[in-house]
């Protein structure tokens, strides 16, 4: 297991090892005590969550107020490009994103703690997401930061306006959601 540091130090980008033969590929995409290990990690995971989007879908950027979910985010079908943004108002990268694609193929991993705001827009054809959360889906918790919010700035490969849910189209701006301590 390869662990990459991102420009925000909690964000943790992770690359597994792969087994690759002439009958597919193997990987050990969760492992406890390796999370604990090498990530230094000691989230306890409730729930996985399992996304199908196409093409230009972007979902985000989420979180709970209530409840708050650290996550372990993998493509296993086709490529997103994944974002995190720092929503803790005490932090120095308070305001600040990190993004990385995703893949199938590459089977990169991002870890990203409590206190930040996640999303992620389809790059290929389809995409299929799965990701473990330390906490349970709370619905009355549930926030989302503008997507285009232009104190984030987050650069999005974007080739097209992006196919948005309801909620997503409505976000608050990093001046008017809920942050956390």
């Known amino acids: 297991m390869l662990i990459i540091n991102t420009a925000i130090p909690e964000v943790i980008k992770i690359t597994p090892n792969v087994l690759k033969d002439d009958r597919g590929f193997f990987l050990e995409s969760f492992n406890e005590q390796k999370f604990i ?15 199908q989007s ?6 985000g950027l989420h979180y709970q107020i209530i409840q708050p979910q650290g996550k372990l985010v993998r493509v296993v079908v086709g490529s997103v490009f994944d974002v995190a943004v720092d929503i803790r108002k005490s932090s120095p990268s308070f305001g600040k994103w990190v993004g ?12 990203i703690p409590p206190g930040f705001a996640h999303g ?3 790059l290929s054809e389809v995409a299929e997401v799965i990701y473990k959360t330390t906490d349970y889906y709370c619905p009355q918790g549930e926030r989302t930061l503008l997507w ?18 309801a909620k997503d189209k409505v976000g608050k701006t990093l001046k008017e959601v809920e942050l956390f301590p």
């Open 54 to 59: 196409r093409h230009n879908v972007l979902r």
């Open 120 to 122: 992620f827009l389809v």
């Open 148 to 165: 285009n919010d232009p104190d984030v700035g987050i650069n999005w490969p974007l080739t097209a306006l992006p196919i948005l849910s």
């Open 100 to 111: 990385c694609q995703l893949s199938a193929e590459n089977h990169d991993q991002i870890w």
């Open 37 to 51: 290990d090498k990530v230094g990690i000691t989230a306890k995971f409730v729930q996985d969550n399992h996304s």
